[in-house]
């Protein structure tokens, strides 16, 4: 048999690890009575639903079954591991499978754009994009996205991004999600995974479960804090938080068809997410029915064995307990763990199966796909193929220059920079901006940064305009389009005169072109990004919630000069503005975000009118940090740190609803141009609504389809002579040694507690169809209302559902829930009628000693607005 250029294994120190793995013990913070192991890890392929998606599952398992029955036990291995950092085009690659004609898959970041290339688009983020609240434009932005991603060759995106949630307002990586609050979350999740997959390419949901800071998020990143061998830290939440809030999104993606899943650097409950089997087993492929495959993200596997009877399916990007370290957990110990007998083959069986099912489920053969055209690690014609290793590898074309736009691409991008720009404040309408005469431009935010829109790697510098903020989640810029050229074409075609000042620092020079001008624009940012990176100190999560490069006073010297002051603020998330909100000179706020490339435009098109400003907060902007239910922990105070999310299910505006705090601005809020009317409200509960406590069961399991394979003799898995072996390059091959050294034996690993491999046959009573039981889905309640624009301008108003359950004893609930929202485009005088359909889902709270979704008895109240503080109109029915 002749497989790929596979690896270099170096022996030592693998057995170990992947033979003693590692066991934590796993809990459930508080409030759960729930078994916290789940073994074995349920076989895919066995639903008995019949959604549309699970009958494409059914179909994809064919397909898939077909190919890996005939696949050698080395060749299942190879599509379950990566061949380690930069040994291929992408930033992950499988090892492939020639005899089969069976290429290695490339899977890149990331969600908002193709990471580490060219002549590709800079999207919206998650945040700007969960700010258009617009679902048919989350859609097409994620078809825009999958297009681009075909046109480089890429199997898989690393995207999107649903964890982290924003619990605490300073967490890194907040903005490359959609926003705080699981429901909006969730569609945003939904709308992008399908655009993604319509058009061929695999999404993955990440990052699974409780990824909500950085600091301290793997272990490598948490040394240099006094601690010796740290760990990663363990969030640890209750039953019910951990359904109704974190795995919400997740459940949405899997529902919309995620072929992959990617778990997190974290522990959860103590366990680490890649091999708890509680998350993956459990919540994951059996309450949540989840088909796809679960692939580590970089790094984040922690141990051999331990991860794949949790559920762990593919090993990122193939290294082990460190980064580029050429030693897998997967790969030949892999191989070396059904030998001996450590896995079962039906285990690894399953792990190829479940990954070909996610690409035949998008319709995408890997076989006659696109190959990649690009190198992520240069843009020079040719280069090193496998520039990770430190042997002499082969020599090629790595860049064909691929121009992956297209013209959905340009459309998409610019819609959201514009539709998701929140106007906060607009004292006496004074926006859009009049009669201009001299305009000031004032702030670094601005305009472009000396050394280029990709002057640092992976955007790890905040230096002129803020389109994204900084991680494995940026992109390189074709072009970014700051808001002064923008403006300055403007002033060059509408004849209004123009200065500007890029110096943050200078307060003489904004004070003067303050002075001399009827309106000054003063920029500020506020940026934060992925762990790796440390920007201007903030390691990854923001230190505060302040504005960065003396934005406060730059604002307030402007301010105190000029009566005609207009803040952009161009964040990643909420910031303190109570140093100067209320000063009557500023006479208008615009919450900017980090809007992609087509920044400029965007606030170009919403200062001067061209569009009609329609975004709303995806987050609540706080007075005090301190209102914010929660916060990043950022120190370590043992050698795993413990995240408690004690706040529970109270996160964002459900703590300041619950507390009664004041926020600056609401989840939900943003102001137009026009006036918009609320009317006619009514809501009804289904007359033929099965209103029982808990959804009907699921159909049982079918029979799990058994591949017949065998294992093959340790002699036929030893390295082949004839194919090349690069130092590091990941291989599934043993050596000799290894291979005369194997005995084996069912018994000899220690597994954790409550390991068997008995399949279940009944479906965890939530679950039995992709997202959960297809009876949570169903609609129990209608909504309509009408909305009107009673305005002079076109503009479109964001409808918002917000539910109130009935009082229970021993159950709190949020005064209000987000459960629906719909962006409707009006003219002046134009009315429409606006629906809701809410699900049984919708109206459950998750029951942890019944182990299930409970549909409470009594009053509900449904409020429709404008925000999550609105309250324009109000209905009510109950459930007796
Ligand atoms: C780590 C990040 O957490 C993840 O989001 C990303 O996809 C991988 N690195 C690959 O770059």
Redesign the pocket.
């Known amino acids: 048999m002749i497989l790929t250029p596979s690896l270099a294994l170096i022996i030592t120190g693998v057995l170990v690890a992947t033979l003693t793995g590692r066991t934590h013990s796993a809990r459930i913070y508080s409030n759960s009575t729930q078994k916290l192991e789940s073994f074995p890890s349920p076989i895919g392929g066995r639903l008995s639903s019949q959604t549309e998606l699970d009958l494409a599952w059914a179909d994809a398992y064919e397909q898939a079954w077909d190919l890996v029955s005939q696949m050698t036990l080395l060749e299942k291995v190879n599509l379950t591991s990566g061949t380690g950092w930069e040994m291929g085009p992408c930033?992950g690659n499988t090892g492939e499978i020639p005899r089969l004609n069976f290429p290695s898959l490339c899977l890149q970041?990331?969600p908002l754009g193709i990471r580490f290339t060219e002549l590709n688009s800079v999207f919206p983020a998650g945040l700007a994009t969960g700010a258009t609240w617009n679902k048919a434009l989350m859609y097409t932005r994620g078809q825009a996205l999958g297009q681009e991603f075909k046109a480089k060759g890429i199997n898989v995106l690393?995207g999107p991004s649903m964890g982290p949630l924003g619990r605490a307002p300073e967490g890194g990586r907040n903005w490359e999600g959609f926003g705080t609050d699981p429901y909006l979350q969730g569609i945003g999740a939904y709308e992008t995974v399908q655009g993604i997959q319509d058009v061929g390419v695999v999404a993955t949901a990440?990052?699974f479960l409780l990824n909500e800071q950085e600091h301290f998020r793997q272990a490598a990143e948490s040394s240099g804090f006094g601690y010796s061998d740290p760990m990663a830290y363990s969030g640890n939440t209750d039953g019910r938080a951990l359904r109704e809030i974190y795995a919400w999104p997740f459940a949405e993606a899997i529902r919309a068809g995620a072929g992959a899943v990617m778990c997190a650097y974290n522990a959860v409950n103590d366990t680490q997410a890649c091999e708890n089997s509680y998350l993956l087993n459990h919540i994951l492929k059996d309450e949540l029915g989840f088909q796809g495959y679960v692939m580590s993200?970089?790094l984040a596997q922690r141990s051999g064995v331990n991860s794949v009877i949790a559920g762990m399916d593919m090993s990122m990007p193939g290294d082990g307990e460190s980064w580029a370290d050429g030693i897998p957990f997967l790969a030949a110990n892999l191989t070396l763990a059904a030998l001996n007998g450590s896995i079962p083959l039906w285990r690894i069986d399953d792990m190829a199966v479940r990954i070909l099912a996610a690409h035949y489920l998008v319709k995408q053969n890997p076989r006659n796909y696109t190959k990649p055209n690009f190198s992520s690690w240069t843009l020079v014609d040719n280069d090193d193929l496998y520039p990770g290793s430190p042997s002499k590898t082969p020599y090629g074309l790595v860049n064909q220059h691929v121009d992956a736009r297209s013209s959905l691409s340009r459309r998409v991008t610019r819609q959201i920079a514009t539709e998701s720009m929140v106007l906060v404040k607009n004292q006496n309408s004074y926006l859009p901006l009049k009669s201009v005469k001299r305009m000031s431009i004032i702030g670094s935010a601005a305009g472009p940064f000396s050394l280029g829109p990709n002057g640092c790697e992976n955007r790890g510098c905040n230096n002129g305009t803020l389109a994204t903020g900084w991680g494995?989640g940026s992109v390189n810029y074709a072009y970014l389009a700051t808001p002064f050229e923008v403006i300055n074409m403007r002033a060059f075609s509408e004849g209004f005169g123009i200065d500007y000042s890029f110096d943050d620092y200078d307060l003489d020079s904004a004070t003067v072109l303050a002075e001399a001008s009827d309106v000054a624009i003063v920029f500020v940012t506020s940026d934060s990004g992925?762990g790796f990176l440390t920007v201007e100190d903030n390691l990854g999560d923001r230190n505060d919630l302040d504005l960065w490069h003396n934005g406060d006073e730059l604002i307030t010297t402007v301010a105190s000069s000029n009566n005609n002051t207009i803040v952009v603020i161009e964040s990643v998330g909420g910031v303190n503005m109570e140093a100067w909100i209320d000063n009557e000179n500023i006479t208008a706020v615009l919450y900017a975000l980090v809007p992609g490339q087509d920044i400029g435009f965007g606030i170009s098109d919403v200062l001067f009118g061209d569009a009609n400003p329609s975004g709303r907060l995806p987050f609540t902007v706080a007075r005090n940090k301190s209102d914010y239910p929660a916060t990043v922990e950022y120190t370590m105070t043992s050698r795993q740190p413990q995240l408690n999310f004690s706040e529970g299910i109270f996160i964002d505006y459900r703590h300041f609803d619950r507390e009664s705090i004041e926020p600056r601005y609401e989840f939900g809020f943003g102001m137009s141009y026009t006036t918009f009317e609320i009317s006619n409200f009514s809501v009804e509960l289904s007359s033929d609504a099965n209103t029982d406590l808990e959804a009907p069961l699921p159909g049982n399991y079918s029979n799990p389809t058994l591949l017949n394979s065998s294992l093959p003799n340790a002699t036929d898995t030893v390295y082949p002579d004839d194919i090349p072996r690069y130092k590091k390059f990941i291989y599934p091959y043993l050596t000799s040694s290894e291979a005369d050294g194997i005995k084996y034996d069912e018994d000899a690993y220690p597994y954790p507690s409550g390991y068997n491999t008995t399949q279940k046959s009944v479906p965890h009573p939530a679950g039995g169809a992709s997202g959960g039981n297809p009876a949570l889905f169903d609609y129990l309640v209608n909504a309509t209302a009408q909305v009107g624009n009673t305005g002079n301008l076109s503009g479109a108003e964001v409808v918002q559902l917000y539910l109130s359950y009935p009082d229970l004893l021993n159950v709190e609930f949020p005064v209000k829930s987000l459960r629906g929202f719909e962006k409707i485009s009006l003219q002046p005088n134009e009315t429409s009628t606006v629906q809701f359909w809410l699900t049984r889902k919708d109206l459950s709270y998750f029951d942890v000693v019944r182990d299930n979704w409970v549909l409470p008895r009594g009053n509900f109240s449904v409020y429709i607005g404008n925000s999550s503080r609105s309250n324009a109109l109000a209905g009510r029915f109950s459930i007796d």
Request: glycine share 10%; charged share 40%; net charge negative.
């Open positions: 930033v970041d990331g690393l990440k990052h993200d970089w494995s992925e």
